[in-house]
T-cell receptor
Framework: KQEVTQIPAALSVPEGENLVLNCSFTDSAIYNLQWFRQDPGKGLTSLLLIQSSQREQTSGRLNASLDKSSGRSTLYIAASQPGDSATYLCAVRPHLVGKLIFGTGTRLQVFP | DAGVIQSPRHEVTEMGQEVTLRCKPISGHNSLFWYRQTMMRGLELLIYFNNNVPIDDSGMPEDRFSAKMPNASFSTLKIQPSEPRDSAVYFC?????????????FGPGTRLTVL
């Protein structure tokens, strides 16, 4: 059974820092992996999607990498801002028609 | 577009009562998903529809839960009878298609508290 773990559960950093959020999954046979952002009291917003054949994806200050063989993905946030404060979730899709399996998230706070 | 609309935003009910959650997907989207989020279990997919037809309901916890999609612009998730362990935030999401790379757009969620 696929399990997705995110470490750390919470992170507090000063504005301007570069930071890395970690996601690990137990079964390396995945179709793709996504990173989402969740703001308090709101739904999820998709940030980046990495196909199993890809190593990384970039969007602005965000860079997500995927190492399928080791069952790991990282989300790198450059020059963090208070507006980046949110919970970040990763989710894996085990196969083409499978459902997304979510991690429990990392709650990020960026203070001025 | 207003995005995915869910109602109510908050629901407090007593154990044994029937609860109905509502969702209006983004116009033109053909796929709709119901999720449940709790501290203990995180975010879990309950059921999803494609073109108003239920495709995978394996995440529905038990027979007390049922979902319908009578037309392309409306879906309900019903819990009858409700129990305290059903307390959670329930999200509805929609996407243009059900392919693995299609972006799912989430609603703001319904926070359900069963006393």
């Amino acid at each position: 059974k696929q399990e997705v773990t995110q470490i750390p559960a919470a992170l507090s950093v000063p504005e301007g820092e570069n930071l890395v959020l970690n996601c690990s999954f137990t079964d390396s046979a995945i179709y793709n992996l996504q990173w989402f952002r969740q703001d308090p009291g709101k739904g999820l917003t998709s940030l980046l999607l990495i196909q199993s054949s890809q190593r990384e994806q970039t969007s602005g200050r965000l860079n997500a990498s995927l190492d399928k063989s080791s069952g790991r993905s990282t989300l790198y946030i450059a020059a963090s801002q208070p507006g980046d404060s949110a919970t970040y979730l990763c989710a894996v899709r085990p196969h083409l028609v499978g459902k997304l399996i979510f991690g429990t998230g990392t709650r990020l706070q960026v203070f001025p | 577009d207003a995005g995915v609309i869910q109602s109510p935003r908050h629901e407090v009910t007593e154990m044994g009562q029937e609860v109905t959650l509502r969702c209006k997907p983004i116009s033109g989207h053909n796929s709709l998903f119901w999720y449940r989020q709790t501290m203990m279990r995180g975010l879990e997919l309950l059921i999803y529809f494609n073109n108003n037809v239920p495709i995978d309901d394996s995440g529905m916890p038990e027979d007390r839960f049922s979902a319908k999609m009578p037309n392309a612009s409306f879906s309900t998730l019903k819990i009858q009878p409700s129990e305290p362990r059903d307390s959670a935030v329930y999200f509805c999401a929609s996407s243009f298609r059900v392919t693995p790379t299609d972006t799912q757009y989430f609603g703001p969620g319904t926070r359900l508290t069963v006393l």
